[in-house]
């Protein structure tokens, strides 16, 4: 028997092998060079391969190659489009990594040891997360693009394991962030296994890993319900708790509040951009002829999750994980537009992934120059009269959360519009008043930390805002300007996108 | 024999690592049931490769391997780390957050 070399289009997988490679020869830097230089060659590579990766996106648009390696990866227009928010988010999140040394300098060393302080005073600081990003943001751009079962769970690992040990690298509160790896860690693996279980038994129903294959024995050909209904179920839990949907999203707010803030920003905006254009493609094109089973399912999903995010957002008393159980509600939301199924359905969630990693990205941000003596300070109670201590800043927030909360002339609620509107076309109207109710009362607790910081007196215990560089800054404002923009002129954006949202099969 | 008896296997080790995952509280047991799902899966992808007939399952069942090794090298990074400062690997005391 002969073997045949497969055929790889280099041209159309530059954007990801570009940034692999960049990742791989962080890995070999790390070791090779002296940690005076480490930290800015670093982040020259990383940021250099994000540009450049993102040049590569920009000369693929309108390409006429679809289904390349194989036919086991797709470029089209939503990956591309998807690709280059994940690369936008990457830069932005980059920079943030990069700007303050909330970064622990040994991540074996035991946490108050001496060794430890001994590595943080002479400044001998591992920059392991650099590479780490970087893989990440591979595994994040082939997830979308994956058109069959095994490049998807490979894409998926390859995503989430160095995220995994980037939740466990905090310099100050160690403890809290090893616990955050440690439970994201189990719970991504449990459901990892969730996912290989519904793969193995959608190979079983259709006798192929290809999405296209899959399609087909749905569509007509013979094919066991038990194996499609059992692979289906497997394989949405795995998905659903990536994107941290009830009742999977017990690990959100936890690693949220124990992760670094910058690598927080960087995992809630992209993470969760790379598994909804994922679920996008398998909902839209692999499974999409046995629409019957699953989408009451995830109408129901939506529901609850929809109103357990909003309900018990009300409820806490930590910044971070405020916006945690803000980011499970949009969960919902954003699992709104998957239910909607028709063109529209797909313009409006990219969309709202786009505008909606942009916000939250800001917004960590944002949370990561609250601080006191011991560093942030995440408790609401102490961002009382924030606005007497910096009013930019406050105002800043203000905007942030009004378009999480879906406010007129902000990004989020042309992004909710659009996506209620497209479900609305298809039927899905009891998900759709759900939604508008959840908003509102959504939009309570977040008008409610703005009244808490502009009209309150500011307690005895004072937190300072520090600026430490111009990188945070400018990722805080470059967030603050998108969303405004988006709110007011959000066409040319929806135009590019309405040009792109067609899947290929 | 009947390879849907593999199935019934496949199903059985599965759910004996989910139910172990919850009810266990060593967090290298949980790891470990993990893993025993991770292999029911390979299990019912060789299965189901030998019941269609093409290797595509096989192959998928090589790829989990080495994503199943890579797991276990960030898993146990983590868990040792954690032991280190903690003591103690169970996931009962890792409770500082969700309060």
């Known amino acids: 028997m002969g073997f045949t070399a497969p055929v790889l289009e280099y041209s159309a997988l530059a954007p990801m092998l570009v940034i692999f490679a960049a990742a791989v020869i962080g890995v070999i830097v790390e070791a090779f060079t002296s940690a005076k230089l480490r930290p800015s060659l670093q982040l020259a590579i990383a940021l250099g ?13 309108g390409t006429t190659t679809t289904t390349v390696a194989m036919e086991s990866v797709v470029v089209d227009g939503p990956v591309l489009f998807l690709q280059g928010t994940i690369l936008v988010l990457a830069f932005l999140g980059l920079l943030l990594i990069a700007d303050f040394e909330q970064f622990a300098a040994q991540a074996s060393a035991i946490p108050g040891s001496p060794e430890e302080e001994v590595a943080t005073k002479t400044g001998k600081v591992q920059t392991e997360i650099y590479p780490l990003t970087l893989f990440a943001v591979g595994g994040m751009m082939l997830f979308p693009a994956a058109s069959d079962l095994i490049t998807l769970f490979v894409a998926l690992e390859v995503l989430s394991l160095p995220l995994y040990l980037m939740a466990g690298l905090s310099r100050r509160r160690r403890l809290l962030s090893q616990e955050a790896a440690l439970k994201y860690f189990l719970l991504g693996a449990y459901s990892s296994a969730f996912f290989l279980f519904g793969s193995a038994f959608l190979y079983g129903f259709a006798g192929k890993v290809s999405f296209q294959g899959i399609h087909n024995v749905i569509t007509s050909g013979p094919g066991n319900d038990v194996f499609l209904l059992i692979g289906l179920a497997a394989i949405s839990v795995g ?7 009830v009742p999977f999203h017990a690990w959100t707010p936890d690693v949220y509040q124990g992760a670094p803030t910058a690598v927080t920003a960087f995992m809630a905006a992209a993470t969760k951009v790379a598994a909804f254009g994922a679920a996008l493609r398998i909902y839209y094109t692999a499974v999409s002829g046995a629409v019957w089973s699953w989408r009451p399912l995830l109408i129901v999903i939506a529901i609850i999750t929809m109103i357990v995010g909003s309900l018990i957002a009300i409820s806490q008393r930590d910044v971070k994980r405020m916006l945690a159980y803000s980011s499970i509600a949009h969960t919902g939301f954003l699992i709104t537009g998957i239910l909607a199924l028709n063109q529209s359905g797909i313009t409006a969630t990219l969309f709202y992934l786009a505008t909606y990693g942009l916000t939250t990205m800001g917004a960590f941000a944002l949370v990561s120059l609250v601080r006191d003596a011991s560093g942030e300070v995440t408790d609401l109670n102490r961002w009382v009269g924030l606005a007497r201590r910096s009013p930019q800043l406050a105002l800043i927030f203000s905007l942030f959360l009004l378009s999480f909360a879906g406010i007129p002339l902000t990004a989020g609620f042309i992004g909710k519009f659009s996506i209620f509107s497209a479900a ?20 309570f607790f977040y008008i409610r930390v703005i009244v808490m910081m502009f009209f309150a007196e500011p307690g005895s215990d004072s937190v300072s805002v520090i600026i430490p560089s111009r990188y945070t800054m400018s990722v805080i404002w470059v967030a603050a300007i998108v969303t405004l923009l988006m709110g007011v002129f959000p066409g040319p954006l929806l135009d590019l996108i309405g040009s792109l949202s067609t899947l290929v099969r | 024999m009947n390879p849907t008896n593999y199935l019934y296997l496949s199903a059985i080790l599965f759910s004996i690592g989910a139910v172990g995952v919850v009810v266990r509280r060593n967090a290298i047991v ?14 019912a992808f060789v299965t189901f490769a030998n019941m269609t007939g093409n290797l595509q399952g096989q192959v998928m069942a090589f790829f989990t391997m080495v994503v199943a090794a890579c797991e276990v090298v960030v898993g146990l990074a983590i868990i040792v780390t954690i032991y280190r400062s903690r003591r103690s690997a169970s996931v009962d005391d890792a409770s500082l957050l969700s309060r």
């Open chain 1, 49 to 61: 391969a994000v540009i450049l990766s993102f040049t590569q996106v920009i000369t693929l648009r």
């Open chain 2, 30 to 43: 949980v790891f470990m049931c993990i893993e025993l799902m991770l292999n029911a899966a390979n299990l």
């Open chain 1, 239 to 245: 998905l659903l708790f990536k994107v941290g949907a």
């Open chain 1, 424 to 443: 609305y076309e298809n039927g899905a109207i009891s998900v759709v008043v759900v939604g508008v109710l959840a908003s509102a009362i959504a939009a």
